[in-house]
């Protein structure tokens, strides 16, 4: 975890850190060096060299025993001794330095005592057994779950399974991967020492894992300064472009966010509503980003107005203020308080216009929002921790009755990970697959018939849907309902969707090689894979074997089907003979219209059979026709289903049940592993036609059961 010195890809006084930090100087890390050189720590007090943490972490907890803090400063400090960095610094000043990252993001003690020890046990001679014997188990955790694995046990292997190992320590505590993270930007902020392409690797790296993770559980403040420095790594020109653009604008006389701050302090003062209104100049890879987007900046895209209020309500008060003392940008607008992001994050989104056209972007959260937001899982205090007396009465869950962590910091992305790695076979799968997994970086939740819901990344199919509900039984998936309408396993699924997963009954059935074409999350294609690879073709038949039925015949037209007879059908045409039409075969109750056809007869068709556009459209007069007494009626019926064996017997046994007998049967060959069986009934009343077509869809398998049409029978 070794990281050195200062970058020199980054010279000069506008830096990311700087940029980000307006008015708030980096601490001299040199200094506190020489300063952990001098003199041992007492029992009474903390040394000099790490007061800066005590002080951070005094703003957050007020009332917090350093005693720990205290204990682990000895231990690393006396550890470390002697040891030294590539810079030429002493070793300690990596973990103080760590440690004063996470103190100033409002970490507490248990994450400080484990940052000040996260390198003593992979590179001096204490043990985690002696961590856990003076500091802990927690501690002892989280100092393990950030030790490296060692290169000369596992060879090319080390880097990805010792993010695999750190993941795994991450999902049952979160605090690991904030140590990470704290851990990572230091590195990089002293990267400057090492070989140009050691400095590109970790920087990919770091692109690729540790900022999308950041990211993920909502630690902006980290993320933000790790993408400027990789940034200023990667994309040296592009880097010193955008230090151009922010350093002419810090000199250029006037601020339009100044004024327009102003204005909003007087706006909200005069409506009685207590903000704070400040302003957030941009981070390098933000403004990169806008003059990408917009081509030449405006004085005002350098920074976006911060408002920080007392209550959830009062944000929506400002919004109000502000859209109707400006002209909104409406287009600008989102609300991340009635719908969070994934990752914690909660704000009040929107652009105003001045009238002299000046665009200033505004964020509205409160101060509690503002703290999430800069320290996401971090600014949640300890998770695991008993609540106190205090938090007791106040908080809005209960620790779990078994004494297991309730771990509220691990949201859905965070599980999913954690299942599909067990999955992965070797460490190159699971490298590739962790960052494919981390490019997603939006997520959206479907629900389930029962009311659960899933998590899944922005893109994900019905395929994923079935693989994060039923693991490996997914094979078995043999379609899905989307909103109550049949879809394919390839639907695209959008935020708030409800998804019926149907499943076949072929234990043996598995999935197609086309499945990896429509997986979008890890878990979805190592499974898949790992079914294809173990039934290599020709063995593996997707979707299991074909229905056990007779073989298809050839689909009828719509003349060769029996003539259903008038049944009770009474038209105004005195001695007609009345026939239903073999195209739509209405029964009662259907609403119905006739028209004559040759021979004096009258056929009598559903008003929305396409037969009957087409008769009026050709000047056929229509027959006045009715309903008489209830009897019995023939009726045609079209039942769609997934392939599987026995299908055809068990949709016979079902209408046989429903008293109804079958004049004709003919099943279409299969496509796409679907089926389609057209039924003409004879019923011995119409009332049972909506019983009749409800057995028949609770067949296994059935998906629809409709009405037939066969437009050839119109004109007959």
């Known amino acids: 975890?070794?990281?050195?010195?200062?970058?020199?890809?980054?010279?000069?006084?506008?830096?990311?850190?700087?940029?980000?930090?307006?008015?708030?100087?980096?601490?001299?890390?040199?200094?506190?060096?020489?300063?952990?050189?001098?003199?041992?720590?007492?029992?009474?007090?903390?040394?000099?060299?790490?007061?800066?943490?005590?002080?951070?972490?005094?703003?957050?907890?007020?009332?917090?025993?350093?005693?720990?803090?205290?204990?682990?400063?000895?231990?690393?400090?006396?550890?470390?001794?002697?040891?030294?960095?590539?810079?030429?610094?002493?070793?300690?000043?990596?973990?103080?330095?760590?440690?004063?990252?996470?103190?100033?993001?409002?970490?507490?003690?248990?994450?400080?005592?484990?940052?000040?020890?996260?390198?003593?046990?992979?590179?001096?001679?204490?043990?985690?057994?002696?961590?856990?014997?003076?500091?802990?188990?927690?501690?002892?955790?989280?100092?393990?779950?950030?030790?490296?694995?060692?290169?000369?046990?596992?060879?090319?292997?080390?880097?990805?399974?010792?993010?695999?190992?750190?993941?795994?320590?991450?999902?049952?505590?979160?605090?690991?991967?904030?140590?990470?993270?704290?851990?990572?930007?230091?590195?990089?902020?002293?990267?400057?020492?090492?070989?140009?392409?050691?400095?590109?690797?970790?920087?990919?790296?770091?692109?690729?894992?540790?900022?999308?993770?950041?990211?993920?559980?909502?630690?902006?403040?980290?993320?933000?300064?790790?993408?400027?420095?990789?940034?200023?790594?990667?994309?040296?020109?592009?880097?010193?472009?955008?230090?151009?653009?922010?350093?002419?604008?810090?000199?250029?006389?006037?601020?339009?966010?100044?004024?327009?701050?102003?204005?909003?302090?007087?706006?909200?003062?005069?409506?009685?509503?207590?903000?704070?209104?400040?302003?957030?100049?941009?981070?390098?890879?933000?403004?990169?980003?806008?003059?990408?987007?917009?081509?030449?900046?405006?004085?005002?895209?350098?920074?976006?107005?911060?408002?920080?209020?007392?209550?959830?309500?009062?944000?929506?008060?400002?919004?109000?203020?502000?859209?109707?003392?400006?002209?909104?940008?409406?287009?600008?607008?989102?609300?991340?308080?009635a719908v969070p992001k994934f990752n914690l994050y909660q704000s009040l989104h929107t652009a105003v216009a001045r009238p002299d056209g000046e665009v200033a972007e505004v964020l509205i959260r409160t101060h509690q929002m503002h703290k999430v937001a800069e320290a996401g899982v971090v600014a949640l205090r300890n998770p695991y921790a008993p609540p106190s007396e205090e938090q007791s009465d106040t908080a809005s869950g209960d620790a779990a009755d078994d004494g297991e962590r309730a771990d509220p910091t691990r949201p859905g992305w965070l599980s999913r990970l954690l299942d599909w790695q067990q999955a992965a076979p070797d460490p190159d799968t699971f490298w590739s697959t962790l960052r494919e997994d981390l490019a997603q970086d939006r997520e959206i939740a479907v629900f389930r018939p029962d009311g659960g819901t899933l998590g899944l990344p922005a893109g994900a199919t019905c395929v994923d849907a079935a693989y994060a509900q039923y693991g490996e039984d997914a094979h078995a998936c043999i379609g899905a309902r989307v909103n109550g309408r049949l879809a394919t396993l390839s639907t695209v699924l959008r935020d708030g969707d409800t998804v019926q997963l149907l499943m076949g009954q072929d234990v043996a059935s598995g999935p197609s090689r086309e499945w990896l074409d429509h997986a979008r999350t890890p878990a979805a294609r190592i499974a898949i894979r790992r079914w294809l690879t173990s039934h290599p073709a020709p063995a593996a038949t997707p979707q299991g074997a074909p229905p056990e039925q007779p073989a298809p015949a050839p689909p009828q037209h719509a003349a060769d089907f029996p003539r259903p007879a008038a049944a009770n059908a009474v038209v105004d045409r005195e001695g007609a003979s009345v026939r239903l039409a073999g195209c739509c075969t209405p029964v009662p109750p259907d609403e119905v219209t006739a028209f004559a056809v040759r021979g004096g007869v009258v056929t009598v068709h559903r008003v929305e059979c396409p037969a009957v556009a087409r008769m009026k459209e050709v000047g056929r007069a229509e027959v006045g026709v009715r309903w008489g007494d209830s009897a019995g009626c023939r009726v045609t019926l079209t039942a769609e289903s997934f392939g599987r064996a026995h299908l055809l017997a068990d949709l016979t046994e079902a209408i046989a049940l429903e008293g109804v007998e079958i004049m004709s049967a003919t099943v279409e060959p299969p496509s796409q592993q679907r089926v389609r069986h057209t039924y003409t009934l004879q019923l011995p009343d119409a009332a049972h036609l909506p019983g009749l077509m409800r057995a028949m869809r609770a067949v296994p398998g059935v998906y629809d059961v409709s009405r037939a049409q066969h437009p050839a029978a119109a004109t007959s």
């Open 1 to 337: 975890m070794s990281a050195e010195a200062t970058n020199p890809a980054m010279p000069g006084p506008v830096t990311p850190g700087a940029q980000r930090r307006r008015g708030r100087p980096r601490l001299d890390l040199r200094r506190l060096g020489r300063a952990a050189l001098m003199g041992g720590a007492t029992r009474d007090r903390l040394p000099d060299a790490i007061g800066h943490v005590a002080e951070a972490h005094r703003a957050h907890y007020p009332d917090a025993d350093l005693e720990p803090l205290r204990r682990a400063w000895v231990l690393a400090e006396s550890s470390h001794r002697g040891q030294m960095r590539k810079s030429g610094e002493p070793y300690i000043t990596h973990p103080l330095a760590v440690t004063l990252i996470l103190a100033q993001l409002g970490a507490e003690i248990t994450t400080l005592t484990a940052s000040l020890l996260h390198d003593t046990v992979e590179d001096t001679d204490v043990t985690l057994d002696q961590v856990r014997t003076e500091f802990g188990d927690d501690v002892c955790y989280l100092v393990d779950g950030v030790t490296k694995l060692e290169k000369v046990d596992y060879g090319a292997a080390a880097e990805p399974e010792t993010f695999r190992k750190m993941l795994v320590a991450t999902g049952n505590d979160v605090r690991v991967m904030s140590i990470k993270l704290a851990d990572r930007l230091h590195n990089m902020r002293t990267l400057g020492v090492m070989r140009p392409e050691k400095q590109a690797r970790i920087a990919k790296v770091t692109r690729d894992v540790l900022i999308p993770l950041a990211e993920r559980l909502g630690v902006q403040a980290l993320k933000t300064e790790l993408e400027d420095l990789v940034f200023a790594i990667l994309h040296p020109e592009e880097y010193e472009k955008v230090k151009s653009l922010i350093a002419a604008d810090a000199e250029r006389d006037g601020d339009p966010l100044e004024q327009t701050a102003d204005d909003v302090r007087g706006v909200l003062r005069e409506a009685g509503i207590a903000a704070e209104v400040l302003i957030r100049p941009r981070h390098f890879v933000s403004v990169h980003r806008v003059h990408r987007k917009r081509g030449e900046l405006r004085a005002a895209d350098f920074g976006r107005l911060l408002v920080l209020v007392n209550e959830d309500a009062d944000c929506y008060g400002v919004l109000g203020e502000l859209h109707t003392c400006f002209t909104p940008v409406v287009s600008e607008f989102k609300d991340f308080i």
